[in-house]
């Protein structure tokens, strides 16, 4: 039998692999712009479209799925087809799968800072963009398969068996935590509500950190970390429980993010046991890693490549050790909401992510050019004030977040908050987040020179777009004798068996967590007392979001006294039932605003969003001045009212004719209410809805209330 003659496709990885390096500059670029307006209100430059609350999403989503997002099809296409000896399914799925991708980060470049979204965190896109991830990802999935199909090696190597996890995972979590109902082009309200979505957004939001941010990097770290040492990955054996053990126990672990809250106990124990499990298979994969490079420290010593393949390895040590430490019940009680889970978060992303990009483009790039990289010397600059800019970053967010949680929750020796005001511990940790900014800076510059080190490397070399390769064609499987092999070999031979198991394990726990929360209404119990946001609450609450209020603010009371001192009576499940979406946020960068209404009176709430310094003095709030100016639309009313009514919402039939004239009135009433303290603003501009919306907050429920 003679071997066959084909060719690698490289320039789908090169394109990838550009557009990696040029959105990792832009979302970081607007990372340190977040960074720098936490300490300096002036940097959000005074527009509504550049604010922390709009452009903190668009640097997750920047960073998370532009620069991570591309640096995993880059690096897919290009081990995929070595593996498998093929060239990839389709050229012309490779260009729309490429181009596609782009198009969805240009379309999230351009809403978010619209304050076109729907505040689910680092799913924000609204539904056509949505539709979109969805049909590229398919696409992807197409090329993938098509291209496994058509191999010229039997077995499938464990890099593959992640893709695999990856590809029909992260379409479950999309699919399921998409489900939204669309009012317009650009606006839609999730059918889930209160409890459920929040279930739902963090079985999604925890996971995609686990699929989308985890599961391809440890199939790029089981292709290129023995490519680039020259060694087999250390243990086949642990391989296999590394992959199986990992993408069941990780699905379960999402409750972890909502302890203390109304979820159901029954969810947030489980969510808190799986945690703790997942350190085994986690560290499994960092053992396998470090322990293939056994042998070999004189040369990671020497190449800068291995040293960012070490330095990811261990950040992803040091992130899934302390996922289940936060996920502890006492350690979860002073960290969470606070800027620990920011340190923890960037831990991973920074080291893991990043680095492990980092070391795949300084290998990957001057092969496919067939050049040497063009200076060492730059790539290890790179690698220093990278390292250096994690510890900067990081190190002071870890004392930021144990400052603030320590703070907020001592008490007197008479029994009093010793701190009831928040914006002290604010104030304290502002030198924190200067040196975050400094550290965020850094790693920044790391980057840049990267970029022009990678620039230079291809300028002195040539793409080989179309790479030679030969290989023996596929037996026929019929033909070979396999009975003497273990089920796992036997599997490996089989991709759709692959897919369907793995898709089995991953819905074992989705379905046990979710499915009782969304299909028993008794596990929501309801209050009478607690009744639909009036027209101009409703139209308060899209403005809330738009403004992405929820990014600094949280609206759920834990029952702790240090909470319900300073706030109000602790959260109960029934408060939330009309709630699309949940709005409980992740992190206290300002108080809870879950008793916020009737706290104070219209005109400090009118003052506060004018300028938020003369009401709190060194708030790092933005100005919303713009509310006083723009008119608030009401076209929409009547379709809002509309899908509300069909998700559940009670309002009466044919109540949206009349919508706008009870929203009219309410607006009326406050703006007269302002003018008695010679505030005068028209009844029709949206900081009238919006203030109705902050006084609505906790008022269903008697809510104790406190000084903040």
């Not at 060694?231 to 672990?253: E, N, Q, V």
């Not at 790179?382 to 400052?403: E, K, Q, R, S």
């Not at 019929?478 to 068996?497: A, F, G, M, V």
Request: proline share 5%; aromatic share 14%.
């Amino acid at each position: 039998m003679q071997s066959e003659k084909f060719y690698y496709d490289n320039k789908i990885v090169r394109d990838f692999g550009i557009a990696t390096v040029i959105w990792g500059i832009i979302g970081m670029t607007v990372g340190l712009l977040v960074a720098i307006q936490l300490f300096s209100p002036a940097a959000n430059l005074d527009n509504q479209y550049t604010t922390y609350g709009r452009i903190r999403p668009l640097h997750t989503n920047a960073v998370i799925f532009a620069f991570v997002g591309n640096a995993i099809f880059m690096g897919v296409y290009y081990s995929l087809q070595r593996l498998l000896k093929a060239r990839m399914f389709s050229d012309t799925l490779s260009k729309i799968h490429f181009w596609g991708w782009q198009l969805i980060i240009l379309s999230a470049v351009i809403t978010l800072p619209l304050g076109l979204t729907t505040s689910h965190e680092y799913a924000e896109l609204e539904w056509p963009i949505d539709i979109a991830i969805t049909l590229i990802w398919v696409v992807f999935g197409i090329n993938m398969f098509g291209t496994i199909f058509k191999r010229r090696e039997r077995h499938l190597y464990v890099a593959i068996w992640f893709y695999i996890a990856t590809f029909v995972t992260i379409a479950v979590l999309h699919i399921v935590n998409s489900f939204q109902l669309p009012i317009s082009a650009f606006k839609s309200y999730y059918l889930y509500a209160g409890v459920q979505d929040a279930l739902v957004q963090w079985w999604y939001g925890h996971n995609a950190v686990a699929f989308f941010l985890t599961t391809p990097y440890l199939g790029m770290m089981y292709y290129f970390l023995p490519k680039m040492a020259n060694r087999p990955i250390y243990s086949y054996k642990l391989s296999i429980l590394h992959f199986w053990a990992l993408i069941f126990i990780y699905i379960w672990a999402g409750p972890h993010h909502l302890l203390y809250t109304t979820l159901p106990g029954w969810a947030q124990s489980l969510g808190v046991a799986f945690s703790i499990m997942l350190i085994a298979p986690s560290w499994g994969g960092m053992i396998n890693g470090l322990l293939t490079l056994r042998g070999a420290w004189d040369k990671v010593r020497d190449d800068v490549v291995l040293k960012f393949m070490v330095v990811a390895l261990t950040a992803y040590g040091m992130a899934t050790f302390e996922g289940p430490l936060l996920s502890l019940k006492q350690v979860n009680a002073i960290g969470h909401f606070t800027d620990w889970i920011v340190a923890h978060v960037h831990v991973g992303a920074l080291g893991w992510n990043g680095f492990l990009t980092f070391a795949v483009l300084y290998w990957l790039i001057p092969r496919i050019y067939k050049t040497g990289l063009y200076s060492t010397k730059l790539a290890s600059f790179h690698f220093w004030i990278g390292t250096l800019g994690i510890l900067f970053y990081a190190v002071p967010m870890y004392w930021a977040g144990f400052t603030q949680g320590l703070m907020l929750k001592e008490f007197t020796p008479e029994g009093m908050l010793k701190y009831p005001n928040f914006l002290e511990s604010t104030l304290r940790i502002i030198p924190m987040y200067m040196m975050r900014s400094i550290g965020g800076a850094m790693y920044l510059v790391g980057v840049i020179v990267m970029a022009y080190n990678l620039l230079r490397t291809m300028k002195q070399g040539k793409l080989i777009s179309d790479e030679a390769a030969e290989a023996m064609p596929l037996v026929p499987v019929n033909t070979e004798d396999h009975t003497q092999e273990k089920w796992h070999r036997r599997l490996e031979r089989r991709p759709i068996p692959m897919l369907v198991l793995s898709l089995i394990v991953i819905l074992i726990g989705s379905v046990i967590e979710i499915m009782p929360t969304l299909t028993i209404s008794s596990n929501i119990p309801t209050i009478a007392s607690v009744k639909p946001y009036t027209p101009l609450e409703l139209q308060g609450r899209d403005i809330y979001i738009r403004e992405g209020c929820v990014n600094c603010h949280s609206q759920t009371v834990r029952p702790f006294r240090s909470e319900t001192e300073r706030y109000g009576e602790y959260s109960k499940a029934g408060e939330f039932v009309y709630d699309h979406p949940f709005l409980w946020g992740s992190k206290r960068t300002g108080p809870d605003l879950a008793r916020q209404g009737g706290k104070y009176g219209n005109s400090w709430q009118y003052n506060h969003l004018m300028d938020p310094r003369l009401m709190s003095p060194g708030s790092i709030m933005p100005a919303y001045d713009w509310l006083i100016e723009q008119d608030l639309d009401t076209t929409t009313t009547a379709a809002k009212i509309n899908a509300m009514r069909s998700l559940g919402v009670p309002y009466a039939a044919g109540y949206e004719k009349i919508a706008n004239s009870d929203l009219n009135k309410q607006a009326t009433e406050i703006a007269d209410n302002l003018a008695k303290d010679k505030i005068k603003v028209a009844s029709n501009k949206e900081i009238i809805a919006i203030i109705a919306y902050l006084q609505r907050l906790g008022t269903d429920i008697k809510a104790n209330k406190t000084d903040n």
